[in-house]
Structures are given as structure tokens and as C-alpha cells.
């Protein structure tokens, strides 16, 4: 089986600077841990980016 995968994430809100807007994602910004059951694959680019 492939261990690639995202398991958990972890937020050290120490280096995060104090007027990111990280701070400002409610659904983060309680929350210093968060872990996946499945299998989880991210696709990241600029907003608007389309991938074909």
C-alpha cells in the first residue's frame, strides 16, 4: 500500500504571522491538529487556476 498520503496536518500558530489571513478562516482558527481517515490527495494553484 502507498504511504503518500496527507495524515494529519498541524497549524504552529507561533509562526504564523499576526495578520495572516489564516487567522481570520474560522474553521481554522480554533484548531491546531486535524487528521484524515482516508485517503486525501490536494490539488493547489492560484484561485482561478484551471487544470486540464
Known amino acids: 500500500m502507498n504511504d503518500n498520503y496527507i495524515r494529519k496536518v498541524h497549524i504552529d500558530w507561533d509562526i504564523i504571522p499576526k495578520d495572516s489571513y489564516l487567522r481570520n478562516i474560522d ?25 486540464k
Open 27 to 51: 474553521a481554522l482558527k480554533h484548531l491546531e491538529d486535524f487528521s484524515f481517515n482516508n485517503r486525501i490527495t490536494f490539488f493547489v494553484g492560484e484561485n482561478g487556476t484551471v487544470y
